[in-house]
């Protein structure tokens, strides 16, 4: 089956420890992204890749790294800086310069801080 | 940047009833729309989109509605069931550039038997 895994499904961190969040895709798509969603709002994006070993930062970047060193992964760590991590996060791919960007998400992680 | 507005933010009708879900942008040169449902615990999936060259699109019991010239577009789903019951989400980008997405604040439909 073709698709975007997101792993895990749950994650529970302590205060001041940094976490990384897996995303895998095997679409063959060139860019891939990150989004945090909170109760209530809209998905804002944190990152995103258009190539392999390339990437930008979104709108809330802060207290948050990734890495692209492979075109079917794109990890993301919270890092111990960023002050509200607990948050549903989604991983999305799709085909560079494809047809209307369309993008496939996958089933996202739910992070809590305890 | 585009800023997406969407409204309302949670929606009740009886089941069979028609829901309509609306969206502004501001960015005009924004000219893919798409729409996407998601359910508790999971990711969004895309359930319908519409271009700018396009007035209107329609999917069995759901269809999308776009003026150009006010800049907003709208969801309409018919008959309604409960599975529709869900978050939907709007959104916006101008394609062919490395433009993002720019979502809505997402409204939750809850439709009742």
């Known amino acids: 089956d073709g698709g975007i895994t997101q792993s895990p499904k749950y994650l529970f961190r302590k205060e001041g420890q940094n976490v990384t969040l897996s995303c895998e895709q095997n679409?063959?798509?060139?860019?891939m992204y990150w989004y945090r969603q909170d109760p209530g709002q809209g998905l804002r994006l944190i990152y995103y890749?258009?190539?392999?070993?390339?990437?930008q930062k979104g709108d809330i970047a802060e207290g948050y790294s990734v890495s692209r060193e492979k075109k079917e992964s794109f990890p993301l760590t919270v890092t111990s800086a960023q002050k509200n991590p607990t948050a549903f996060y989604l991983c999305?791919?799709?085909?560079?310069?494809?047809?209307?960007?369309?993008?496939?998400f996958g089933p996202g992680t739910r992070l809590t801080v305890l | 940047g585009e800023n997406v507005e969407q409204h309302p933010s949670t929606l009740s009708v009886q089941e069979g009833d028609s829901a309509v879900i609306k969206c502004t942008y501001s960015d005009s040169a924004s000219n893919y729309f798409p729409w996407y449902k998601q359910e508790l615990g999971k990711g969004p999936q895309l359930i319908i989109d519409?271009?700018?060259?396009?007035g209107e699109k329609k999917d069995q019991r759901i269809a999308v509605t776009l003026n150009k010239t006010a800049k907003h577009f709208s969801l309409h789903i018919t008959e309604t069931q409960p599975e529709d019951s869900a978050v939907y989400f709007c959104a916006a980008i101008r394609t062919g550039t490395a433009s993002k997405l720019t979502f809505g604040t997402g409204t939750r439909l809850q439709v009742t038997l």
């Open positions: 999305a791919s799709s085909i560079q310069g494809g047809r209307h960007n369309e993008q496939f």
């Open positions: 519409i271009r700018s060259n396009v």
């Open positions: 679409l063959n798509h060139d860019a």
């Open positions: 890749s258009q190539i392999v070993n390339d990437f």
